[in-house]
């Protein structure tokens, strides 16, 4: 089990290309952030004992506070490569490398927040940013795209969660045609190997999550997360 993984985080880290080395991230660099062809000079600072921090940009400065953890430091980047911004990505890993990003841009005169984004984001340039995030047994993805009026990240609604997870069946249980769990589509019997398709969280406490499943025999239906993890064996598992 712990092989397996190990096998699939690396797998996950190499395709999605969003892991950040320490050293990526510092605590003053020098750049143009708004495209007026005049070089800003950036500075981070923490505040001690605290999540908080002052950011300064050309002697315009503005505090900030992450949700936990020391700041480790920023990155530049660039939301949206065809406009003129480039974006300043504050960072901590958090207390057990769950990382945070508070994201700012700057117009010439004033330092504004764009976004807080957990996990792990991946900036396509395009003004599309991806952000995946480890569920126990599976990666979430979100989508946020940069609304060019409010220069805000706006997050993507969707109709549920692409899971894509194989597993076995250890204990027979049932899989539902409703959400509400109570008209049954079939019975998964002991042995036989099934495809976790989506995740439906609508607002749900994690344990409380709803789960498509694909079974043996290409019927699909939906059942609970105890189900999942009280009948099923093979899943990745993480903390």
């Known amino acids: 089990m712990k092989k397996q993984f190990i096998l699939f985080l690396l797998v996950f880290l190499l395709v999605t290309d969003i892991v950040l080395k ?46 936990s953890g020391i700041p480790d430091g920023f990155i530049i980047v660039d939301i949206d490569q065809y406009d003129k911004y480039k974006e300043i990505a504050v960072h901590t890993p958090g207390p057990s490398d769950d990382d945070n990003y508070l994201i700012y841009w700057y117009n010439g005169d004033t330092i504004k927040e764009t976004a807080y984004l957990s996990r792990w984001p991946k900036f396509l340039g395009n003004g599309i940013v991806y952000v995946d995030g480890w569920l126990g047994f599976w990666s979430r993805r979100d989508k946020y795209v940069l609304n060019n009026s409010t220069r805000k990240l706006d997050h993507v609604p969707q109709y549920a969660y692409y899971v894509g997870v194989k597993a076995t069946v250890k204990n027979n249980f049932p899989i539902f045609k409703d959400k509400e769990l109570k008209e049954k589509v079939a019975l998964l019997s002991k042995s036989s190997e099934i495809e976790i398709l989506l995740c439906d969280m609508d607002d749900r406490e994690w344990s409380d999550y709803i789960y498509l499943i694909k079974s043996k025999s290409n019927l699909i239906g939906w059942a609970s997360n105890q189900d999942i993890n009280r009948n099923l064996h093979g899943l990745p598992s993480a903390d």
């Not at 950036?42 to 002697?59: A, P, Q």
């Not at 503005?62 to 949700?67: H, P, T």
């Open 22 to 67: 320490a050293e990526e991230f510092i605590f003053k660099s020098s750049t143009d952030l708004n495209g007026d062809k005049v070089t800003e000079k950036i500075s981070l600072t923490n505040i001690e004992g605290t999540c908080e921090f002052y950011l300064e940009v050309s002697g315009k400065k503005v505090k900030g506070e992450l949700f």
